[in-house]
C-alpha cells in the first residue's frame, strides 16, 4: 500500500518561499502509473489542485499558480517536492500530499503565513 507522508515548516513569513517535501513509501514515484500531486485546503474553503509531477518527471501547475510554483522530485529518497514563492496570507492552509488519481494521500500539514 503506497503511503504519502508531508513535511516541511509549519509557519513562513510572508514574502518568503514555502518548501514541503512528500515522503512516498510502499510504490516508487518512478512507476508508470500515479503522478504525484499538491492539493491545498485554505481554511473554510474546498481543496485546490496546485499541480502534479509525472512518474517521467515532466511537471503540471494549476494556471493561477504557475508563476509561483515548482514541483521536482528526488528520486534516490522517492520524495517529491512543492515549492510555493513569494507566500501570502492567503496561502496559508492544508498542504496535501496524493496520488493522481487520488488512490492515497498524505495526513496533510497546516501552514501559517505570518510575520
Known amino acids: 500500500q503506497v503511503q504519502l507522508q508531508e513535511s516541511g515548516p509549519g509557519l513562513v513569513k510572508p514574502s518568503q518561499t514555502l518548501s514541503l517535501t512528500c515522503t512516498v513509501s510502499?510504490?516508487?514515484?518512478?512507476?508508470?502509473?500515479?503522478?504525484w500531486s499538491w492539493i491545498r485546503q485554505p481554511p473554510g474553503k474546498g481543496l485546490e489542485w496546485m499541480g502534479a509531477?509525472?512518474?517521467?518527471?515532466?511537471?503540471y501547475y494549476s494556471p493561477s499558480l504557475k508563476s509561483r510554483t515548482s514541483i521536482s522530485r528526488d528520486t534516490s529518497k522517492n520524495q517529491f517536492t512543492l515549492q510555493l514563492s513569494s507566500v501570502t496570507p492567503e496561502d496559508a492552509a492544508v498542504y496535501y500530499c496524493?496520488?493522481?488519481?487520488?488512490?492515497?494521500w498524505g495526513q496533510g500539514t497546516q501552514v501559517t503565513v505570518s510575520s
Open positions: 496524493a496520488t493522481l488519481p487520488g488512490d492515497y
Open positions: 509531477i509525472a512518474y517521467s518527471g515532466s511537471t
Open positions: 510502499g510504490g516508487s514515484i518512478t512507476t508508470n502509473y500515479y503522478y
